[in-house]
């Protein structure tokens, strides 16, 4: 019998390419997440090293009367506020990335299952084959038996 050959085995091969670029891209959103993250927790720890600053500054001793305006207070006024659109801009892009990382998930998952169906039907292929080959080989040992008998028994009566 002839060897298996599976007709679709170029698209087997082609979706697990897609599969791996699909992984590397999944790779690269769950980088972007974490620099993100990482982007958010430093804004995050800043802002809170002004705010104790802050804290720290008007509860401290004053040296100035209190109708003399600080500089030093409003500009950590403005750090604060500085800081504070750094942070939520960080967190607007952590977001992004969840959703990125996400999306990128889903579509793995889809490329893994595309494989998944055309290996299943491979080896279902192949397992046809196998039996339609042992098929063949137990009719060609019945054919090859029946022609022994035949043999052995001789000529017949009536022929």
Do not use: C, N
């Not at 997440?33 to 802050?54: D, K, V």
């Not at 305006?69 to 506020?81: S, T």
């Amino acid at each position: 019998m002839r060897r298996f050959r599976f007709r679709l085995e170029r698209v087997l091969r082609l979706r697990r390419q897609h599969l791996r670029e699909e992984r590397i891209q999944l790779a690269a959103a769950s980088r972007a997440l974490l620099a993100a993250e990482a982007a958010l927790q430093r804004a995050e720890a800043t802002r809170a090293g002004l705010l104790a600053r802050s804290v720290a500054r008007v509860a401290g001793p004053s040296t100035a009367s209190a109708a003399e305006p600080q500089p030093e207070l409003a500009a950590l006024a403005r750090w604060l506020d500085e800081t504070g659109r750094r942070r939520d801009h960080w967190a607007i892009e952590r977001e992004r990335a969840r959703q990125a990382q996400a999306a990128r998930r889903e579509q793995v998952i889809k490329a893994h299952r595309d494989v998944r169906v055309l290996e299943l039907l491979r080896e279902r292929r192949r397992l046809a084959h196998v039996r339609a080959a042992e098929r063949e080989e137990r009719i060609a040992l019945d054919e090859v038996g029946a022609i022994r008998y035949v043999q052995r028994q001789g000529p017949t009566p009536t022929g």
